[in-house]
């Protein structure tokens, strides 16, 4: 992304602290390993960022931005079925959650900065606003069950964030990545197989 006026050093440390913070986590990675790792000093470091918590959150930002882009493209393309756009999310999910540590996963939801918290939940705040409206748009068009109260589903996917960093879970699987993906296909298809009829 060199298209908006930032220097290259700029996009290298963005580059390298994402790396960084997906292999080890926000809170374990130093400025001085991302200044090495960029091949940047301190002193350029702190030209363009006040600290680390300020990276961080442009990384994140930058993330949830693309996420949140290929979110919308998915669900408004009206050449898609409801299944084809949960099939599409599901892949999504999958690409976007690749190389992610139980360390960067447990620092996105038990971090213990007033500043990154307050970003993380404004930025939940705003992809939840729109799952919702998307959700109830799906259950006025009969793709999910009207019975299901959205106000259920958004509790679920609450209990879904604690999961993703209960350490007894994640021993069960591979990696996070499973893991997550394992919770977003129940979410979606619950535990019947398509070709078992309903009571």
Not at 108 to 127: H, P, T, V
Request: glycine share 4%; charged share 30%; aromatic share 12%.
């Amino acid at each position: 992304m060199q298209d908006n006026g930032k220097s290259p050093k700029y996009h290298q440390i963005v580059a390298t602290a994402r790396k960084l913070f997906w292999k080890h986590g926000i809170r374990r990675v130093t400025v001085e390993e991302i200044c090495q790792e960029a091949g940047v000093s301190k002193m350029t470091f702190y030209r363009l960022f006040d600290n680390k918590i300020e990276l961080a959150k442009t990384v994140l930002s930058e993330v949830f931005d693309k996420g949140m882009r290929a979110y919308i493209d998915i669900m408004d393309n009206p050449q898609l079925s409801f299944r084809e756009k949960v099939s599409r999310l599901m892949i999504l999910k999958f690409e976007r959650s690749k190389e992610i540590s139980q360390e960067f996963i447990r620092d996105i939801y038990n971090n213990e900065e007033a500043e990154l918290i307050e970003f993380i939940q404004n930025w939940q705040k705003q992809s939840l606003d729109r799952f919702v409206k998307d959700l109830v748009q799906a259950q006025q068009q009969g793709w999910v069950k009207k019975e299901i109260k959205p106000a259920f589903i958004l509790y679920f996917l609450n209990k879904a964030q604690e999961m993703v960093t209960d350490e007894a879970l994640l021993a069960m699987h591979e990696n996070p990545q499973e893991l997550i993906m394992e919770i977003t296909h129940f979410f979606f298809y619950g535990i019947s197989p398509d070709n078992v009829s309903k009571p």
